[in-house]
């Protein structure tokens, strides 16, 4: 480690994401981590532990980012990185054992209620779908359900949810999936270690697209999971083993060198989103916002309890007009834009901004007319301008 455990433990997260992960202070050694473009390694006989072994078994390029991340979730092993987010979805969707039950939130990110909903399609699991902000009926899909006397195995957690914004009550959850003998991972791709840490709300497993916030320039296509329970990093680590679901190299330089300004980006794109949320809150275009940060929100007492902050996503309901409903509105709305870019993600340094349910595999309880805007560091008049420019248009 670049960093004591002991050290380490005292510095801020916003240091930790400029120290962490550092070469050894060594005359002539480099300031940055290098790139190892290796496939093999040196060895022979029986592979001992901390042997690198071959490729698909390790990287030195990972290490500083695993090491990294681990640290600012407040683990006390390093973090797991994968090729994509949903290869680390699929990892951390291993852990439900055969015929287990996974509790997962109606509204989370696409992708994961996908795969899970094709993995109970073919019987490896039963998939029960609840609204995450509904603490009780998310304990009641836990509980055994008539004559199924299953607990359930695993809770899916995602707050604040993709797209609609929706905070879970984490330790609350988190006590009562635990009573009932599941494992918590919580996807926290939104909120990111600055903002929220799950670990320290009780969930056992973390869940990052690193594609997003933590590399933060949109020119890299990663996932990660972090976790402080060595039987299961055990397991997690097997899985991409054999599943061979691995970073390159090179993208992991890069997510490390992005992770480097993690504080600040987020930091500013928090700053602007509040900004622009309350000014859309205002304007007559919209027809509903969802932003934790509002104090109308109904998740803002319960995100103020548990976050640092409020994150970098605002999502809008845009109102009919004259000869266009919501969602043909909301489809213009983009098109006009100047500045905004229409593409899907989020978390990169750039305003990004699309009408969800355009991907037929969004949930059909996510309003057509929805537009989800993932904030970045530009200028906050500039993009309000764009915005509102955009939204006085509509009628004319």
């Known amino acids: 480690m670049s960093l004591s455990e002991r050290y380490a433990a005292s510095l801020s997260a916003e240091t930790v994401v400029v120290a962490a992960g550092r070469p050894p202070r060594k005359r002539d050694e480099p300031v940055n981590p ?71 939130p109606s509204h989370s990110y696409s992708g994961s209620l996908v795969m899970a909903a094709e993995l109970a399609q073919k019987g490896f699991l039963e998939l029960r779908t609840v609204d995450i902000a509904d603490t009780d009926a998310v304990k009641e899909q836990l509980a055994p359900r008539g004559a199924d006397t299953r607990t359930a195995s695993m809770l899916w957690l995602e707050s604040p949810t993709n797209p609609m914004l929706g905070i879970a009550d984490i330790r609350e959850l988190t006590g009562a999936a635990h009573r009932a003998g599941a494992i918590v991972v919580t996807d926290n791709t939104f909120s990111t270690p600055l903002v929220q840490q799950p670990l320290g709300l009780g969930s056992g497993v973390v869940l990052h697209s690193v594609t997003k916030y933590l590399s933060g320039h949109s020119d890299v296509v990663l996932g990660a999971l972090v976790t402080s329970n060595p039987d299961i990093r055990a397991a997690l680590l097997h899985h991409r083993i054999i599943h061979g679901g691995i970073a390159g190299p090179f993208e992991a330089w890069l997510a490390l060198r992005g992770l480097r300004t993690l504080a600040l980006r987020v930091e500013r794109s928090q700053a602007s989103a509040a900004v622009l949320a309350e000014r859309l809150s205002a304007h007559p275009g919209i027809e509903g916002i969802r932003f934790p940060g509002l104090p109308q929100d109904p998740g803002h007492e319960r995100a103020k309890n548990q976050m640092t902050g409020f994150g970098s996503i605002v999502c809008v309901q845009i109102a009919p007009v004259a000869g266009l409903d919501g969602a043909d509105a909301a489809d213009k709305l983009v098109r006009s834009l100047e500045l905004w870019l229409p593409a899907t993600s989020l978390g990169g340094v750039e305003s990004l901004i699309e009408r969800r349910r355009r991907h037929s595999a969004e949930p059909l309880s996510v309003p057509e007319n929805l537009v989800r805007l993932s904030v970045g560091i530009e200028n906050v008049d500039d993009l309000w301008a764009d915005l509102k420019q955009a939204l006085d248009s509509l009628d004319g």
Not at 38 to 67: C, I, K, Q
Not at 77 to 95: H, I
Request: without cysteine.
């Open 34 to 104: 290098p790139i190892v473009l290796s496939s093999t390694y040196f060895g022979s006989g029986p592979l001992a532990d901390g042997d690198r072994g071959y490729g698909r078994y390790s990287n030195p390029t990972w290490d500083p980012f695993e090491e990294a991340l681990g640290q600012l979730e407040g683990s006390t092993l390093p973090a797991l990185l994968y090729a994509s987010g949903l290869a680390a979805v699929s990892s951390a969707l291993s852990l439900v054992p055969a015929g287990g039950v996974l509790v997962m």
